[in-house]
């Protein structure tokens, strides 16, 4: 009997002793399921930023939007034909990315989303607004400008008339924009800003009209020698210059028109009243008409998931169509991206972007129809190599070397990022890197539909108001070249009106360029390491350094009241 108990118990344990071999076996199974699984997607994801597709011609070189083309000559388009596929630099630190990306779901640095330099930051408060002097008669006679640029050259110059008005106290015609070949964008001022505001507003300032006077309509400014030039201007001229030769031509004829005007008013020395004039007109009296206001609102409203609540800067930009603010359930952030790669761009700079021969004969046909001087120049003089102008920060940010920089500063893989522009050299293909990692990533064709993006179909300069107004309301505006026209004045505004709150990413790319070039050796701790410190050394706050743009560091006197009794000092760029 008892012989029988230990053997029933034998076979109890043996089978006892299988099921866990099976359950063993059944779990190992599963497990080799589950990581074949992950290799296998993992090598998707990583095949899709390695091989970015096949190049073609000019013409789909830009991301497919429901934007306005670019017109370009028959002969571009032929050379980009017949190209083959090319992998996407920096292959393997975005392999890392990615591998960063998925691991660290949830966690962020701490101060990613905040302005590092708060508390100094916040003591600079808006007082452009502010005026102790008399309302200028404009009886000297009156100044029309014709603008020349994009919408951000164009604002620039406006300011900068308006100051010259008030110096030669003559009495300003609303601005015109001059036609481009390369924006071919027919909005004029009225297109863009509301002309009533901008005139009632400067009216304590300087005196504005619609048009000219009856009387002085026959004129023909040209044959009178009243027509100047950007020729006729030094870039950055002194008050003085225009006192001397521009004052007694204006005595003279009564009318001064000037053609293609931009940056051609000094930074300093200006008179401490008409600084701050410039920064009034620039923070205050531009004002986005309605149709681009409405438009803009309905962006900043997507990108926050519909929130029932408003950014601190929405009143600025889009005034009525901001919504109140109210409790907030949830928080929803996004970041702006101003990825300055367009051809222009990239043309202009003499870089290399890693596409061999065809893209350097690409370019070269682009200079020799938009940059003759620059071809000139090239042919003529020695112009440093690629390598040296990378590594002396010289280059844009290529969309791989923007991806890997937001993904070293920590931001998570589902964060909202609202890129500006649409028109990438390079096109999707070329995004192919910064859309893997960084999915919802979208522009304004993406987030507006076919009807609400019609009326600003084939007017460049309403769909940059667009691309102004959307990253200036970000949580957080990321630059990828900091000569940029629009990073300029958007940084510029996120300061003056964000309290110190709106953290803006300027990288250094000379830093950034060192970094990157131990892309084949350096590992993704140190490369998260010195990225983070690069981008957080150019955080610093520091007042305007004499000569630099009011419009781009407002942190003066002139633009803003500082609430601390020390001043900062400046900090040399």
């Not at 779990?27 to 992950?38: D, E, K, P, Y």
């Not at 009525?320 to 051809?343: D, T, V």
């Not at 065809?358 to 020799?368: H, M, P, S, V």
């Not at 999707?428 to 009807?451: C, G, I, Q, W």
Request: net charge positive; glycine share 6%.
């Amino acid at each position: 009997m008892e012989q029988k108990q230990q053997q029933k118990m034998h076979i109890m344990m043996r089978k006892k002793m299988m099921g866990f071999k099976i359950a063993s076996n059944r779990s190992r199974l599963a497990f080799g399921i589950l990581l074949a699984f992950f290799i296998v997607m993992n090598f998707w994801m990583i095949s899709r930023i390695q091989d970015s597709g096949p190049v073609k011609g000019l013409k789909l070189r830009f991301m497919k939007s429901n934007s306005s083309k670019i017109s370009v000559p028959e002969e571009l388009r032929k050379i980009g034909k017949g190209k083959k596929p090319q992998k996407t630099a920096y292959a393997r630190l975005l392999y890392k990315a990615a591998h960063a990306l998925a691991e660290y779901k949830s966690t962020e640095p701490k101060d990613l989303w905040l302005e590092p330099y708060h508390v100094v930051a916040s003591s600079w408060q808006p007082c452009a607004d502010q005026r102790v002097w008399k309302p200028s008669e404009g009886n000297n006679g009156y100044i029309m400008v014709t603008a020349n640029g994009g919408i951000n050259q164009q604002r620039v110059a406006v300011c900068n008339i308006v100051a010259v008005a008030r110096l030669l106290n003559a009495t300003l015609v609303i601005p015109s924009f001059m036609f481009s070949t390369v924006w071919r964008d027919t909005s004029q001022f009225g297109d863009i800003y509301q002309e009533d505001y901008f005139i009632d507003y400067l009216k304590p300032d300087i005196r504005i009209v619609k048009e000219l006077p009856k009387e002085l309509q026959s004129l023909d400014l040209e044959a009178i020698g009243s027509v100047v030039t950007d020729a006729d201007i030094g870039k950055e001229a002194k008050p003085s210059f225009y006192l001397k030769h521009i004052l007694p031509l204006l005595m003279k004829n009564r009318v001064v028109h000037f053609v293609g005007f931009g940056n051609r008013l000094a930074s300093d020395p200006i008179p401490y009243h008409l600084q701050r004039l410039r920064c009034r007109c620039n923070f205050h009296a531009l004002r986005f008409t309605p149709k681009i206001q409405a438009t803009a609102a309905l962006l900043v409203k997507r990108m926050r998931q519909n929130a029932r609540h408003a950014g601190s800067l929405d009143e600025y930009l889009v005034g009525p169509f901001a919504k109140r603010k109210g409790k907030i359930k949830k928080e929803f952030r996004y970041l702006g991206l101003h990825l300055r790669f367009e051809i222009d761009m990239v043309a202009h700079s003499l870089c290399d972007f890693g596409g061999g021969e065809e893209e350097k004969k690409e370019l070269e046909a682009y200079r020799e129809v938009h940059f003759p001087g620059l071809v000139e120049l090239k042919n003529t003089t020695k112009i440093p190599s690629p390598e040296t102008l990378k590594a002396d920060g010289l280059c844009p940010l290529m969309p791989e070397e923007a991806v890997l920089m937001l993904a070293g500063l920590g931001f998570k893989r589902d964060t909202r990022i609202f890129l500006a522009g649409a028109h990438i050299y390079g096109g999707k293909s070329r995004l192919t890197a910064l859309t893997s990692l960084f999915p919802n990533m979208v522009t304004k064709e993406n987030l507006l539909s076919s009807s609400e993006i019609k009326p600003f179909l084939n007017f460049s300069s309403q769909l940059a108001a667009l691309d102004f107004i959307a990253c200036t309301a970000a949580d957080v505006f990321a630059m990828t070249d900091s000569g940029s026209q629009l990073s300029s004045l958007v940084s510029g505004y996120r300061v003056y009106y964000g309290g110190g709150k709106m953290p803006t990413i300027r990288p250094n790319k000379r830093r950034l360029a060192d970094i990157f070039m131990k892309n084949n050796t350096i590992e993704w701790k140190v490369f998260e390491t010195r990225i983070r410190k690069a981008v957080r050394q150019n955080k610093r706050i520091f007042a305007r350094p004499v000569g630099r743009s009011v419009y781009r560091y407002p942190r003066c006197s002139e633009c803003m009241c500082n609430t601390q009794e020390a001043t900062l000092p400046f900090r040399p760029r």
